[in-house]
């Protein structure tokens, strides 16, 4: 499972539930404060297992729904600083979610 952190804003254990090319979803178990609407640096370290390093992307919050034991985020991923990496992921994603 890969994480997810904003520096200073969302730390703790988050992990990231979905990636594509144009969004992305968090679930952490800490409040975060997140505003809708707002844009963020997210860091994003991939499973080790993947053979991806570590990636930063420019992500809008769309939506984000709170439980008893964790929040999910939503996010528009507007820009990605280091887009090979980010590309190599979502495509490792994609083959490891169709069973191969």
Known sequence: M???????????????????ITGCCLECNVIADIQIGSQYE???DPERVSGIGHFQ??????WMRDDKYSTVIGFLIVASPKGRQ?????????????GG
């Open 42 to 44: 997210l860091d994003i």
């Open 86 to 98: 980010f590309q190599r992921y979502v495509d490792y994603m994609t083959y490891r979610n169709s």
């Open 2 to 20: 890969a994480r997810g952190s904003i520096q200073g804003v969302l730390e703790g254990e988050t992990l990231l539930k979905d990636i594509s």
């Open 57 to 62: 992307l420019l992500v809008e919050c769309k």
